[in-house]
């Protein structure tokens, strides 16, 4: 995470991001650029730095380290035991001490021997952080929510279209069985036409309060600036470095985002929306329902599940529907579409496969399962939706531009003001 008094590391970053932009921009880029490591071949490694490694942060790197090809060189975060915690995991998994540490992530990001970012952060820093590491060479698996506004969501999206790096959201779900499958069934037409997508959301609101202000640590301990980074400044508290900083409307998008960044993306995913959003957004309740240009519903909802574990999908057709979660158990109708499977392992927080599925598309140079384009539209949805329960009123959005049709009020909320010197 940055340091933003450390200009000699932010000059000698841009002049490194200067150096590496054409091959920040060509396609067939080959990763694992260090010297070999153990049985793999120089030209197969992959090397790994992590920014902001929390706990889930920690089980998403073990996911990078399981596979042999994959030596975590660098951390990055503003909190010197957090640093000092990851080198030790990286160092032991090695058998070396060549993990290095930083606080200062333009430092990091400068070395060309890094190929790949994991951001693992708070949610405030996921799309900046992405888009930084970008643009000096990087690819990136963020862990999500990756946006916190529309506007972040399509500046992600364009700047991995513009430097051609490889971009995998954390939404694991895309690459977990239980899911896959019942995306299948409405793509062999199991289901007939697909009327209606059901997300789980959770409660939406967020709060504008600040908790009380504590003594400032010093900054080798907590780099509190950093730790904002683009958000308003306010006093420091322990409890939001120590991950309680959600529920808080400067640092965390609310309820609908942080489930539906994962169910609302399955939805897209499964009614063949990845490349459109919905055109109307109807808060009712805690949820929103919306609808696309061609009729088919989106419904977030927080309550009314059959059951099937934490981040459950929907998805009904005029001959038959789907349930399923992060049990990996579904209900199904009719249940003649049992007998393709009957039920997966439970995996909906696991990160391993969708983690295979980044590092092998870093080699291939072949989009991800959850890419830039994709994961940014699910947001978008999502956030367009939050905007329609805040406002308490139905909203139309232009799905090409993303655009709120004739409400001026909900385009303002499109974007968020961010602390100097950070902007997307």
């Given at each position: 995470m940055p340091n933003r008094t450390t200009?000699?590391?932010?000059?000698?970053?841009?002049?490194?991001t200067a150096q590496v932009a054409a091959v920040a921009l060509a396609p067939q880029v080959v990763p694992g650029r260090a010297l070999g490591f153990g049985a793999v071949a120089p030209s197969e490694r992959i090397t790994v730095a992590g920014l902001g490694i929390g706990g889930r942060g920690a089980g998403v790197l073990r996911s990078f380290m399981s596979n042999p090809e994959v030596q975590v060189l660098a951390v990055c975060d503003v909190r010197k035991s957090r640093r000092e915690a990851v080198k030790h995991m990286a160092d032991s998994h090695h058998g070396n001490t060549d993990c290095d540490m930083y606080r200062d992530m333009y430092e990091m990001l400068a070395r060309p021997d890094i190929d790949t970012i994991l951001t693992?952060?708070?949610?405030?820093?996921?799309?900046?952080?992405s888009i930084i590491s970008c643009k000096a060479g990087k690819d990136v698996f963020s862990e999500k929510p990756c946006s916190m506004t529309i506007a972040e969501s399509e500046a992600l999206a364009d700047t991995f279209r513009q430097y051609g790096r490889i971009y995998q959201a954390g939404t694991q779900r895309r690459s977990i069985g239980n899911?896959?499958?019942?995306?299948d069934l409405i793509a062999k037409g199991k289901l007939g036409k697909l009327h209606t997508v059901h997300a789980n959301t959770r409660n939406p609101p967020t709060s504008h309060q600040w908790l009380p202000e504590e003594p400032l640590p010093p900054k080798e301990e907590v780099d509190w600036d950093a730790w904002l980074g683009p958000c308003p400044w306010r006093p420091y508290n322990r409890r939001y470095v120590q991950g309680r900083w959600r529920g808080f409307f400067d640092f965390h998008g609310g309820g609908i985002l942080e489930w539906g960044s994962h169910t609302v993306d399955l939805c897209q995913w499964a009614g063949q929306k990845d490349h459109i959003a919905p055109v109307e957004y109807v808060p009712e309740g805690s949820g929103v329902v919306c609808t696309y240009d061609d009729g088919l519903k989106l419904v977030m909802r927080t309550g009314g599940?059959?059951?099937l574990g934490t981040c459950s999908v929907r998805y009904e057709g005029d001959?038959?529907?789907?349930?399923?979660?992060?049990?990996?158990?579904?209900?199904?109708?009719?249940?003649?579409?049992?007998t393709a499977r009957t039920e997966f392992r439970r995996a909906g927080t696991d990160p391993s496969t969708h983690v295979r599925n980044f590092l092998d598309c870093v080699k291939t140079r072949k989009p991800a399962n959850s890419n830039s384009d994709v994961a940014a539209l699910s947001h978008i949805v999502c956030h367009a939706a939050y905007i329609a329960w805040q406002l308490g009123r139905p909203l139309r959005m232009d799905p090409a531009t993303h655009y709120f049709i004739d409400d001026d009020e909900a385009d303002r909320m499109r974007s968020r003001a961010m602390r100097e010197p950070w902007h997307v």
């Amino acid at each position: 995470m940055p340091n933003r008094t450390t200009s000699f590391s932010r000059r000698r970053f841009l002049k490194r991001t200067a150096q590496v932009a054409a091959v920040a921009l060509a396609p067939q880029v080959v990763p694992g650029r260090a010297l070999g490591f153990g049985a793999v071949a120089p030209s197969e490694r992959i090397t790994v730095a992590g920014l902001g490694i929390g706990g889930r942060g920690a089980g998403v790197l073990r996911s990078f380290m399981s596979n042999p090809e994959v030596q975590v060189l660098a951390v990055c975060d503003v909190r010197k035991s957090r640093r000092e915690a990851v080198k030790h995991m990286a160092d032991s998994h090695h058998g070396n001490t060549d993990c290095d540490m930083y606080r200062d992530m333009y430092e990091m990001l400068a070395r060309p021997d890094i190929d790949t970012i994991l951001t693992a952060t708070g949610d405030r820093w996921h799309a900046l952080m992405s888009i930084i590491s970008c643009k000096a060479g990087k690819d990136v698996f963020s862990e999500k929510p990756c946006s916190m506004t529309i506007a972040e969501s399509e500046a992600l999206a364009d700047t991995f279209r513009q430097y051609g790096r490889i971009y995998q959201a954390g939404t694991q779900r895309r690459s977990i069985g239980n899911f896959i499958f019942a995306t299948d069934l409405i793509a062999k037409g199991k289901l007939g036409k697909l009327h209606t997508v059901h997300a789980n959301t959770r409660n939406p609101p967020t709060s504008h309060q600040w908790l009380p202000e504590e003594p400032l640590p010093p900054k080798e301990e907590v780099d509190w600036d950093a730790w904002l980074g683009p958000c308003p400044w306010r006093p420091y508290n322990r409890r939001y470095v120590q991950g309680r900083w959600r529920g808080f409307f400067d640092f965390h998008g609310g309820g609908i985002l942080e489930w539906g960044s994962h169910t609302v993306d399955l939805c897209q995913w499964a009614g063949q929306k990845d490349h459109i959003a919905p055109v109307e957004y109807v808060p009712e309740g805690s949820g929103v329902v919306c609808t696309y240009d061609d009729g088919l519903k989106l419904v977030m909802r927080t309550g009314g599940w059959m059951g099937l574990g934490t981040c459950s999908v929907r998805y009904e057709g005029d001959e038959g529907w789907i349930e399923t979660g992060d049990s990996g158990r579904f209900a199904v109708e009719p249940e003649s579409l049992r007998t393709a499977r009957t039920e997966f392992r439970r995996a909906g927080t696991d990160p391993s496969t969708h983690v295979r599925n980044f590092l092998d598309c870093v080699k291939t140079r072949k989009p991800a399962n959850s890419n830039s384009d994709v994961a940014a539209l699910s947001h978008i949805v999502c956030h367009a939706a939050y905007i329609a329960w805040q406002l308490g009123r139905p909203l139309r959005m232009d799905p090409a531009t993303h655009y709120f049709i004739d409400d001026d009020e909900a385009d303002r909320m499109r974007s968020r003001a961010m602390r100097e010197p950070w902007h997307v």
